[in-house]
């Protein structure tokens, strides 16, 4: 038996992709969330009751949330309520469930402890956070929901010493055992490099945890270079689960990858960045640049009115690449980034191009990011952009953005006094952990502009960035909404991950201007497009999807010998 065997006494699921497409309008959008799991669990339970092929999907679905996502309160709830409709719960996490339902979930009057949580774990003040968390986590009845509560914040620390000696102040019991096994786990995948790592997941017990078990086992197996032992034990899961959106893709991108485009073709891009006082940050940047495979590629660099080093390193880079293949160009005021990257756009040595890989001042790029990003484009002739994968820039990695759609609903009329909420964006990963669910690539409606491969054909058909969302906030988005209305979507390319060493405008905006600046771009965004263009946008991105995970499945199930 294969290490990653998993005793999985669950009932096959029937070919239902027609009928989950016909009842769910956001079944396609992706499950790497426990909220959207349990809204699933929901609404198949709801269609279950007059289509009864539904059934055999709630087990599965039930177990993989409780295994993926012990600390949800709402995944504990459907696990209590299937298992009285015999969902077979080992006795261990059935006794899990039942604790969790009996812990009092945190409210208003823990508003201002959750405050100081906030406040604290941002402190660089270990000895402080494990001293707020002994006092909290030994609350009676809340002890659960705390460590819910702080559990995320305590992996993206990136003090493994610390998250563990969290785990340590916890009040383990004979019902809760399970839960530190599997917390414990999960810090390893987080913490470990893979081998060791995979040790601590292989040493939960298959009865409890074996579908969460097989497959961060074989993620960690595809860390440590040990691709085809992690494509069968990903296959076998993927025949108990072939409900699942992010599964389902990201096995066929193991079986099909898209190759990278040859060197030669690297000429066909300009690589293009803009910096405004951020000089060490940038000098990073250009030396994780010069480090990849760029090929033929020429760098155009905007130092966009900087008034700190920015120059002396531009000049630098200029000399270790060479005048001829970096370029610089200088204004004397910060004219915004949407300017910034028209200025861009508008050099002949630019216009010359296929395409226009533009990058951030503060990522880390991997050696062929370039070439695998010239490969998926060529793979989609008819894309406006090519995406990836963007996370932190520190272990563990946690997710900053993958693949946005658009809920496939019609905008709602903007009720008397509130602001209008019309471009509905779907973002699928949330800032969760880096699990590798999200390595799979397929058509969507956009992608982060934090490195991003764009068509010089789209600009032509859909123009540049919007000079209105100056100095930034959804210029990309506009752009690839626009570029979408032109038929030229966006794809994302998930297996390339780029890292990111500040987050998003919208993540840092803290201030009343800077909040307030954040809600005008959204304005503007919600009543740039009327009802009939968010609908189109809607329709084509929802179809879009749905082939795509049909091709997928059929595919799968043909070479995985799946029959119903």
Not at 106 to 122: I, K, N, S
């Amino acid at each position: 038996m294969n290490r990653l065997d998993f005793p999985a006494a669950l009932p096959p699921c029937p070919r239902l992709l027609p009928l989950l497409k016909d009842r769910f309008s956001g079944w396609q959008l992706g499950m790497g969330r426990a909220d959207t799991l349990v809204g699933l669990i929901e609404g198949v339970h709801r269609l279950a009751q007059d289509q009864p092929a539904c059934r055999p999907m709630l087990p599965g679905m039930a177990l993989w949330t409780m295994q993926s996502h012990p600390l949800s309160p709402g995944t504990a709830q459907w696990c209590a309520r299937l298992t009285a409709e015999n969902l077979a719960l080992s006795p261990h996490l059935a006794a899990l469930a039942a604790r969790m339902l009996l812990a009092m979930p945190l409210a208003d009057g823990d508003a201002e402890d959750m405050g100081t949580w906030y406040a604290v774990v941002r402190q660089d003040d270990h000895a402080l956070t494990l001293r707020f968390l002994s006092l909290v986590l030994g609350i009676p009845n809340k002890g659960l929901a705390w460590l819910a509560h702080c559990w995320q914040d305590l992996l993206f620390l990136g003090r493994p010493d610390v998250t563990r000696s969290a785990l340590d102040l916890f009040p383990w019991d004979e019902a809760t055992r399970p839960l530190q096994d599997r917390l414990m786990a999960e810090w390893a995948f987080h913490s470990l490099p893979p081998d060791e790592a995979l040790e601590s997941v292989l040493a939960l017990d298959p009865a409890d945890w074996g579908l969460w078990r097989t497959y961060a086992g074989a993620e960690l197996l595809l860390r440590a270079g040990r691709k085809g032992e992690a494509k069968g034990a990903l296959a076998q899961l993927w025949k108990t689960l072939p409900w699942h959106v992010n599964l389902t893709l990201k096995l066929h991108d193991l079986f099909h990858p898209a190759p990278p485009a040859d060197p030669a073709r690297t000429g066909e891009a300009a690589v293009l960045l803009y910096s405004w006082n951020k000089a060490d940050l940038l000098a990073d940047t250009l030396a994780s640049l010069e480090a990849s495979a760029l090929g033929d590629a020429p760098v155009f660099a905007l130092d966009n009115g900087s008034t700190d080093a920015t120059p002396d390193v531009l000049r630098a880079a200029r000399d270790r690449f060479g005048a001829d293949r970096f370029h610089v160009e200088t204004l004397p005021v910060n004219v915004g980034a949407p300017a910034a990257r028209n200025w861009l756009l508008s050099l002949a040595g630019v216009r010359a191009r296929r395409f226009a890989a533009f990058l951030d001042d503060d990522v880390v790029l991997p050696e062929n990011w370039l070439r695998r990003l010239l490969g998926v484009a060529g793979n989609n002739p008819g894309a406006g952009a090519v995406g990836c994968r963007i996370t932190a820039a520190a272990p563990p990695y946690g997710l900053q953005s993958a693949d946005y759609n658009l809920f496939p609903q019609q905008p709602k009329p903007t009720e008397p006094g509130m602001l209008p909420n019309r471009v509905l964006i779907c973002d699928n990963c949330a800032n969760s952990p880096d699990t590798g669910l999200f390595t799979y690539t397929r058509p969507c409606l956009s992608v982060s502009g934090c490195c991003h491969l764009v068509s010089l054909a789209a600009v032509e058909a859909a123009g540049g960035f919007d000079l209105r969302y100056t100095p930034s906030q959804f210029d990309d988005l506009d752009r690839d909404l626009r570029s979408a209305l032109a038929g030229m979507p966006a794809v994302y390319a998930g297996g390339l991950a780029v890292r990111h060493v500040q987050h998003s405008s919208l993540a840092k905006a803290r201030t009343t201007r800077q909040i307030g600046h954040v809600m005008g771009n959204k304005f503007k965004l919600d009543t740039k497009y009327s009802d009939e263009e968010l609908a189109a946008l809607a329709s084509d991105n929802r179809d879009r999807l749905w082939r795509d995970l049909d091709a997928k499945y059929r595919t799968l199930s043909d070479r995985l010998g799946l029959r119903f």
